[in-house]
């Protein structure tokens, strides 16, 4: 199951652990994992504006005895919109945001999944008000919220 990918069609989705997610469950929408959704996303999606009618699909199940790590979803796509999907209180919430650490980006006073999660976004966020101009500038700001844990850093060309 990927966590970071990119589909022929410039379109970009990534996770990020959270600390709980409440999915709206219905036994009339098909059930999938957390992670297999991801997969749905970029086969049946150019834009973001696609994905986002897909989460509304489907009841998102979660679980970490399951394998199923409990996350949100970053979406980007080649035209530069960009959205966050969420799962609170048996809601999808969307938001608009840039950035996308270990917290809820719907509701910054939930909990995060790590300790650094409130900091590395405060990072992130500063530095791009200031979009990057280069790819190592990009590459600048991932280390500087990198974590000890990080297994990988990467920067995509969603239009090439």
């Known amino acids: 199951m990927p966590y970071e990918v990119v589909n022929n069609k410039g379109l970009f989705v990534a996770i990020t652990a959270v600390p709980e997610a409440d999915t ?15 997969r749905i996303v970029l086969e049946q999606s150019s834009t973001v504006h696609e994905s986002l009618k897909i989460f509304h699909k489907y009841t998102v199940v979660f679980g970490t005895s399951l394998g199923n790590p409990l996350v949100h979803y970053k979406i980007t796509d080649a035209l530069g919109d960009s959205a966050i999907i969420e799962f609170i209180g048996n809601e999808i919430k969307i938001t608009r945001d840039s950035v996308m650490t270990n917290h809820y980006n719907i509701n910054h006073a939930c909990d995060a999944d790590n300790k650094t999660s409130f900091d590395r976004y405060k990072i992130a966020d500063n530095a ?16 500087a919220v990198s974590q000890d844990i990080t297994v990988w850093s990467n920067v995509y060309d969603l239009i090439n």
């Open 128 to 143: 791009l008000k200031t979009p990057p101009n280069s790819i190592a500038d990009a590459h600048r700001i991932l280390k």
């Open 24 to 38: 709206p469950f219905s036994i009339l929408k098909p059930i999938r994992k957390s992670l297999e959704l991801v």
